[in-house]
């Protein structure tokens, strides 16, 4: 008994001095053509999360009245300003146009979490583009080298691939002009104070990003 107690006390050690065994990570595929050097700005949705504390003692509404949620002055000002936004209950509304109603502009219900872009396309935070579409098409898919590697905030552990597409289009993108949409303004803050990026390096997806 204290023979096999013995033995498998001594194969137990020499297991564990055994060195690990290292596998050399499979090639990536490659990125496609180089396309340049661009601007590089960010965008993101006004969210009512990220206000400050304020009394909701403003009704925004629907084209048919009827009430659609109650937010503070402020943040009904910047939704009409912005087109767009993202309740605290997490809906995402956007400016339905002018109306008669008590308060206008008025809002609509937009089903996509984060909004659409050009096309209706659904905005993804930390892949969407804003583009100029005289040199980027509309859905082109992109691989920027600064973005591959970085920690992608909101989330753990999550690494960004490079990866992204053209999903939309702004009145001030112009030429070699990219505006990345990050979903939330805290998010920009961290990202920016990340990476110091005013410019980057933009290549066509490729196999890398199909």
């Known amino acids: ?41 960010y965008y993101w949705l006004p969210t009512e999360a990220d206000q400050p504390a304020a009394p909701a003692n403003t009704i925004i509404y629907d084209r048919t009245c009827q009430p659609l949620a109650r937010v503070s002055v402020a943040f009904a000002s910047e939704l009409a300003t912005s087109g767009a936004g993202k309740l605290v209950d997490d809906r995402m509304i956007t400016v339905d146009g002018e109306c008669n109603c008590k308060r206008s502009p008025c809002f609509r219900i937009v089903e996509q979490p984060w909004g659409v872009g050009a096309g209706n396309r659904p905005l993804v ?24 590697g970085i920690d992608i905030p909101g989330t753990f552990p999550t ?52």
């Open 1 to 41: 008994m204290r023979l096999g107690v013995a033995l498998l006390a001594l194969v137990t050690l020499a297991a564990c001095k055994q060195r690990p065994v290292f596998h050399d990570a499979p090639p990536r595929a490659a990125a496609g053509a180089l396309r340049g050097t661009y601007a590089l700005t």
């Open 125 to 148: 935070p930390f892949r969407s583009l804003a583009v100029d579409r005289n040199l980027i098409p509309i859905g082109t898919a992109l691989w920027i080298e600064q973005l591959d």
């Open 159 to 210: 690494l960004h691939d490079g990866c992204v597409v053209a999903d939309d289009i702004g009145g001030r993108i112009t030429g070699e002009h990219i505006d990345w949409f990050v979903g939330r303004q805290p998010y920009y803050l961290e990202l920016d104070k990340l990476l110091h990026l005013s410019q980057v390096t933009v290549f066509d997806g490729g196999d890398r990003c199909p």
